[in-house]
């Protein structure tokens, strides 16, 4: 079993920066694809970023790339989301969420643990 905790949401103005931070334990954490993902109100779960294990392969959604950034730092059991450059239409419910088994996903079915989310709203 995988416990995923995020941290880091707030309400910021359009254009500026937020950093959320996950942490993962019950598993070598340098051993699980980890993933961020968003449900905004009325909208289903849609793939924000993946990191893989040693941190090397990454993944964006087309509507991230250029402003966000995933990271991790495998000695402290954290991942991160550097989000720059803000959007309202990046408003949304952000959870963080883990897999023992892929390499690198953006397929939310393919993530095997999931935290409780940490709310972003991004205002004009």
């Known amino acids: 079993q995988v416990h995923v905790v995020e941290s880091g949401g707030g309400l910021v103005q359009a254009g500026t920066s937020l950093r959320l931070s996950c942490a993962a334990s019950?598993?070598?954490?340098?051993?699980?694809?980890m993933g961020w993902f968003r449900q905004a109100p009325g909208k289903e779960r849609e793939f924000v970023a993946a990191?893989?294990?040693?941190?090397?392969?990454?993944r964006y959604a087309d509507s991230v790339k250029g402003r966000f950034t995933i990271f991790r730092d495998n000695a402290k059991n954290t991942v991160y989301l550097q989000m720059n450059s803000l959007k309202p239409e990046d408003t949304a419910v952000y959870y963080c969420?883990?897999?023992?088994?892929?390499?690198?996903?953006?397929?939310?079915?393919?993530?095997?643990?999931w935290g409780q989310g940490t709310q972003v709203t991004v205002s004009t």
């Open positions: 990191i893989s294990r040693s941190g090397i392969t990454t």
């Open positions: 019950g598993r070598t954490f340098s051993r699980l694809l």
């Open positions: 969420a883990a897999d023992q088994n892929s390499l690198i996903s953006n397929y939310k079915n393919e993530y095997e643990y």
